[in-house]
């Protein structure tokens, strides 16, 4: 669930392509599925409480709270 106002601007779409990676991002931790923007590798960050997914060029991203 998206609970985080993303810290950069980002379409719906890329939006929805992030969202979609979540699950298999926190499965394995990777994802063959490249940044729309800069073709740069999708990476989670984890805070503890919280976490991101985003670009490693930080182009896009969006928050997520932990459970
Ligand atoms: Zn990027």
Redesign the pocket.
């Known amino acids: 669930m998206v609970t985080n106002t993303p810290t950069v601007d980002i379409t719906a779409e890329e939006a929805e392509l992030l969202i979609s990676l979540e699950e298999d991002l926190i499965a394995y931790g990777k994802t063959d599925v490249k940044?729309?923007?800069?073709?740069?590798n999708i990476i989670v960050s984890d805070f503890g409480s919280s976490y991101t997914i985003?670009?490693?060029?930080?182009?896009?991203k969006v928050g997520f709270r932990g459970i």
Do not use: A, F, K, Q
Not at 54 to 60: A, L, P, R, T, Y
């Open positions: 940044c729309p923007r800069c073709d740069g985003g670009c490693e060029n930080d182009c896009v």
